[in-house]
């Protein structure tokens, strides 16, 4: 243990000013840890830090930046005000550069920005601007950003120059609520080589597209589009679809052969109007697939219509085709029975060739008690051999003679698995724990 005496002069041999003694990469680790706003406020500390976080390559504004304890939201002037102090202050390169901003007095101070950045070499870039009815237009220089290789744009107008050959360094590409045409889409996505993460929210109607990507790995969509065309996408492991274009000219596709080609596939999710969009493709009624997926472990289906014949049947075609899932999520937007026939594809002794060898837990959202939901209920039970938990949100009030019947129902079903539990969630815990305890009850 030191003695008070070598503590004294330890003391006395330290510097005043340990921080400012750390290698300069040490102190710009230190203030990216921080806010920005807490970061520059490390410049009152002494003359020596006064324009240390001027070189920070790493910038995020965003609404921790413009809004103050007393006054709440900056006005637009005083956020343009900040934003060209930076332009002026800053040296040296920066890589990542995020701006979420609600208002602004105009879009000058953003070109300005955007050039700044093409100067600097952006790498990490996320624009988030205020909406309009008349979104900011993307200046020049912001074609230059070449080095780009996470991209991140939203409620803007995407129009390149004449000239512009991509972003070829690109990693990933997320799009939300910007304008831009089917064909650049097309055309900056077949010239992004390195392209694994995507992202497409687009509100503007599209015709279609068609995307080409070798290292796509992620897909993730929610639009109002007539068709997509993924080819080229032999890597693609996580694909979501949400289509909201719900009028007749929305076209329909063979879900057999959209999904045929990606055999790296592990994560489906299909919600919004996607489901349709596949479903009776061709005025044919899908039964089975002419291939199985052994790599698909989660499955989501959104906004299901459950009772149509159509709808049932490519439901249960992709779960025929789907023997190794683990995970299984279904929200139902409203339950309708279209004849018997509906009734008949959820059957278990059509399923006599399928067993589901590693599906653990089953998810059904939104449900009130009927016939379609009680057999598809009953076929997954039974085909389950290590099914853990059956979750159920209802809708359906605590005091509801339709719970009893629903529970009694499940009691009567056959379980593959013997570790298989039922639990109806509501709001009210307290629900979730009586109905389980019920089953519990009325299985003993």
Avoid at 132 to 159: A, D, G, H, M
Avoid at 230 to 253: I, Y
Wanted: aromatic share 10%.
């Amino acid at each position: 243990m030191m003695s008070s005496e070598g503590k004294r002069h330890c003391c006395l041999t330290l510097p005043s000013d340990v921080l400012s003694n750390l290698p300069e990469n040490v102190i710009d680790g230190i203030l990216m840890c921080l806010p920005f706003k807490d970061a520059v406020r490390t410049s009152i500390l002494s003359d020596i830090w006064r324009y240390k976080w001027c070189r920070l390559p790493e910038l995020t504004l965003d609404k921790a930046v413009w809004t103050t304890k007393t006054n709440g939201m900056l006005c637009p002037s005083k956020i343009s005000i900040i934003i060209y102090h930076i332009l002026m202050l800053h040296v040296g390169p920066i890589t990542k550069f995020i701006l979420h901003i609600t208002s602004l007095r105009s879009y000058l101070e953003i070109d300005d920005l955007i050039y700044f950045l093409s100067k600097n070499g952006i790498q990490h870039l996320v624009l988030t601007l205020p909406f309009s009815r008349s979104p900011y237009k993307l200046p020049v220089s912001f074609f230059k950003c070449l080095q780009l290789r996470y991209l991140t744009l939203r409620n803007c107008l995407i129009l390149p120059p004449p000239n512009f050959k991509g972003f070829d360094r690109l990693i990933s590409l997320e799009l939300r609520n910007v304008t831009i045409s089917s064909k650049f889409l097309e055309s900056l996505i077949s010239k992004c080589l390195l392209l694994e993460q995507l992202v497409l929210r687009i509100s503007e109607h599209l015709n279609s597209i068609e995307i080409k990507a070798p290292k796509l790995r992620s897909f993730d969509f929610k639009g109002n589009i007539k068709f997509i065309i993924l080819k080229d996408v032999p890597r693609l492991a996580k694909l979501s679809l949400a289509n909201t274009r719900n009028d007749e000219k929305a076209g329909k596709c063979d879900i057999a052969k959209f999904l045929e080609s990606f055999t790296a596939l592990e994560h489906l999710y299909l919600g919004n109007g996607s489901i349709e969009f596949f479903a009776g493709a061709g005025g044919t009624v899908l039964k089975r697939f002419p291939f199985i997926f052994n790599c698909v472990k989660r499955l989501y289906l959104s906004d299901c219509c459950l009772g149509e014949l159509e709808f049932n049947s490519c439901v249960v075609g992709l779960i025929r085709s789907f023997p190794c899932l683990q995970y299984l999520e279904i929200e139902v937007l409203y339950l309708y029975v279209d004849g018997t026939s509906a009734l008949q594809s959820l059957e278990v002794e059509h399923f006599s060739d399928v067993t589901f060898n590693q599906l653990k837990e089953v998810n059904l959202k939104y449900i009130k008690g009927s016939k379609p939901l009680l057999q598809l209920m009953k076929l997954l039970l039974a085909k389950s051999p290590v099914l853990v938990r059956m979750l159920i949100d209802s809708y359906l009030d605590e005091e509801s003679a339709a719970i009893n019947i629903c529970a009694t129902e499940l009691s009567k079903f056959q379980r593959a698995s013997p570790k298989a539990e039922v639990v109806f969630i509501k709001q009210n815990s307290h629900l979730a724990k009586s109905i389980s305890a019920y089953i519990a009850k009325i299985r003993s």
